[in-house]
């Protein structure tokens, strides 16, 4: 079974001269739907919608079997959405933050005005941009048993990711801000062990019935079964600057969920590692990306990141070669090492040129030049 994919990508809509966000999601949405009036075409995906924020888009692939189609999809739905900002009067920004400072716009809905009079500055203050990716399962039973089995390995996706070190006008200190903003969420990170698609279903009615949790849809775990599609759905990773590594991504989850699959059809059990263990590992992988350690998830403890990285490719290997995608994740990770995750990136053009608006530009240019395939 070589398992569809598609990508949901949160976008920032950032002034060209300022590098500001800028509140222009109304007029852009309407521009990219003058030129789409089918809205995107028959079937999930291909759209530009709305986000949490006016500041901010999102835009979502169809699904996909072959990483380069779904590469070009990637690439197109970014140039899509530039020229829809840019005909709003900005640009668009693959940053998982806002380097600069801002105070959000919410978008004007019912749902997020009970969202910022629940959570306060939680939800007031929210402005990150994340990437999720759904890939194929072959329904609830199979979900559940994926979900318990890639667990530790998430963090490694999130330092792998990782696009966030400036916030509001300083560096963080962290590759990844937008995980330390994501999980002031009650709901969001690492889960428990499910074992069965009942006890998934039951807990996620326990959480919406603590009244904590307003509905379904504010379920954020790091992955997650989607409710309107037969996918997991891993919600990890950082919005990536350059698109390469939004394939690279993919790909892994992918690996990921089929090895994850097959060890379960095997009777293999999940590894009994505790939630706990697992939020402190993506804690670490948000404080320090791929620069650094990561905790290895063969072992719960530190380990160069390169060679954690190894660990994972070693891990989802037989997968990616069955799927074909294991020469294009070789070259794509070979490239992401070569020239840094996002953060990196990021922290390399504020050394030379010491102004973040100098950053958010050239996030700007990357967002769309970035496509190598």
């Not at 994850?260 to 293999?268: F, Y």
């Not at 990306?289 to 070693?314: I, K, W, Y």
């Amino acid at each position: 079974m070589t398992r569809q994919v598609g990508v949901e990508e949160e976008l920032l809509l950032v002034d060209p001269d300022t590098g500001r966000p800028s509140a222009i999601a109304g007029t852009a949405l309407s521009r990219w739907a003058a030129a789409h009036p089918d809205g995107g075409g028959d079937g999930p995906g291909g759209m530009v919608e709305e986000e949490f924020q006016q500041e901010q888009i999102e835009t979502d692939t169809r699904p996909c079997t072959s990483m380069e189609d779904l590469a070009q999809q990637v690439c197109s739905q970014r140039a899509e959405a530039s020229e829809a900002a840019r005909a709003a009067g900005g640009e668009l920004a693959a940053l998982a933050t806002t380097p600069m400072e801002v105070v959000p716009t919410l978008t004007p809905k019912a749902r997020y005005r009970k969202m910022v009079r629940e959570y306060g500055l939680t939800a007031a203050e929210a402005l990150s941009c994340g990437v999720h990716v759904h890939v194929e399962v072959d329904g609830d039973d199979e979900g559940v048993a994926v979900l318990d089995r890639i667990r530790g390995w998430l963090p490694v996706l999130l330092a792998l990711t990782a696009n966030s070190p400036f916030y509001q006008g300083q560096d963080s200190g962290y590759e990844s801000f937008r995980s330390q903003i994501w999980n002031r969420w009650p709901s969001a990170g690492p889960t428990e062990l499910f074992g069965s698609a009942q006890a998934y279903r039951d807990t996620i009615d326990d959480l919406v019935a603590t009244g904590a949790v307003l509905d379904v849809g504010m379920v954020y775990f790091d992955a997650r079964l989607a409710a309107a599609y037969p996918t997991v759905e891993i919600r990890v990773g950082d919005v990536c600057q350059h698109p390469d590594d939004t394939v690279l991504l993919a790909a892994l989850c992918r690996g990921l969920v089929s090895t994850a699959a097959a060890q379960a059809k095997a009777g293999e059990p999940a590894p009994p590692v505790r939630s706990e263990t697992i939020r402190v590992s993506t804690w670490r992988a948000g404080r320090s990306g791929v620069g650094g350690s990561l905790v290895d998830p063969r072992t719960m403890r530190p380990a160069p990141a390169e060679h954690v990285v190894d660990a994972l490719l070693d891990h989802v290997r037989a997968a990616l070669e069955d799927s074909g995608d294991l020469k294009l994740v070789d070259r794509l990770l070979s490239q992401l090492r070569e020239r840094g995750n996002g953060a990196q990136v990021q922290r390399r053009v504020f050394r030379d040129t010491g102004r973040l608006e100098d950053v958010v530009r050239a996030a700007v240019g990357a967002t769309v030049q970035g496509c190598t395939l």
